[in-house]
């Protein structure tokens, strides 16, 4: 009796073992990813409605795969690709272009890069995005661009972001200079979609302009910066998510113009990096300059957008001391104007 009692105490110990394991398996930390997946899932939803079947190019969540590795364990990992997997499928569309973000040439190796893109299933996106909100020269990221092709084994469209790489770029290598296209291939700007891309006549820049009609600066921005189209970010702080979207896209839509919408609601899952890493290289850096105005690239279809707004700040930082990330600068616009500090 005694050999069976020992060995039914095992088996109780052994069970018991296992259902901790098991509790622990499903605790804080999995119902903390399993509600970040939900509410991601609900905005991500709200947007596609906001959306309602009109045409628009949605940027995806810059940075979100060049800051994967921040992730503290697989499980953050694996659930931060199977959102944005969700977001892919659930946005792209007949009527819409999504471009999955992959960074830029001067973060993730292209090889690694590739790899995220694919477990982000971008196969099913229109595209991927690169040097979002960055400054790196343009050539450097049709190379990058190139390579990630490569890497992935597939052909993907793609849109670099040419708002602040001109000639005061990242390490002053080559750039494009306002209105010009390096390596363009014959057609490349003309008579396609981004000559049809929306203007927001009440963007930041233009707001700015109508309220300062005096000032000396208000011609320059008017002509240079509020003129051109550029991306809206959508993200935890517009509220009703399907009401702001579908404002926007209404607007442009009653204009016979195409949007650029960024979707930039990353969930509190401790992937993002830290702001002060490297904030001298892309907080308002002083010396910066306009890259090309938006247009296409290639006879692909390949275009260069301004999906950060020149002039609104990336926060209390470099030239855009004192304002908020967002905010329209004055300041910030005529030094990206003139490219001097």
């Not at 001067?106 to 299933?121: C, E, I, K, T």
């Not at 010396?287 to 260069?304: E, F």
């Not at 990330?325 to 005529?334: D, K, L, Q, T």
Request: charged residues 20%; glycine residues 12%.
């Amino acid at each position: 009796m005694a050999l069976i009692a020992a060995g039914e105490l095992v088996v109780i110990v052994a069970l018991g073992y296992l259902l901790l394991r098991a509790q622990a398996a499903h605790g804080p930390a999995v119902n903390r990813l399993e509600s970040d997946e939900q509410a991601y899932e609900k905005w991500v939803s709200g947007f596609a409605a906001g959306l309602g079947g009109r045409p628009a190019i949605v940027i995806l969540e810059p940075d979100a795969l060049a800051e994967l590795s921040n992730c503290s364990d697989d499980a953050q990992r694996q659930a931060r690709l199977q959102m944005l997997s969700y977001a892919v499928k659930t946005l792209q569309n007949s009527s819409d272009q999504v471009y999955l973000d992959a960074g830029h040439s001067n973060w993730v190796p292209a090889g690694q890069m590739a790899s995220r893109l694919r477990a982000a299933d971008v196969a099913q996106a229109y595209g991927f995005s690169l040097n979002v909100a960055n400054y790196e020269a343009t050539d450097g990221e049709i190379g990058y661009a190139t390579a990630l092709n490569r890497d992935l084994g597939m052909t993907k469209r793609f849109v670099i972001d040419t708002s602040r790489n001109g000639p005061g770029g990242a390490a002053g290598r080559a750039h494009l200079a306002a209105g010009v296209i390096s390596r363009a291939l014959p057609g490349a700007g003309r008579g396609t979609l981004a000559s049809r891309l929306f203007t927001d006549p009440d963007s930041q820049a233009a707001s700015w302009v109508r309220a300062h009609p005096g000032d000396p600066e208000a011609r320059q921005i008017g002509q240079r910066i509020a003129s051109q189209p550029t991306a809206m970010w959508f993200g935890s702080w517009s509220g009703d998510i399907t009401a702001a979207v579908s404002g926007y896209t209404v607007a442009a839509s009653r204009a016979h113009k195409v949007p650029v919408l960024v979707a930039y609601h990353i969930p509190a899952l401790g992937c993002r990096g830290k702001s002060s890493v490297g904030a001298r290289q892309w907080c308002n850096p002083p010396g910066r300059q306009l890259g090309s105005v938006p247009q296409v690239l290639d006879d692909r279809g390949d275009m260069g957008l301004w999906i950060k707004a020149p002039g609104e700040s990336d926060g209390d930082c470099g030239i855009g001391a004192g304002t908020r990330m967002g905010e329209f600068s004055p300041v910030i616009a005529r030094d990206l104007i003139t490219g001097k500090s």
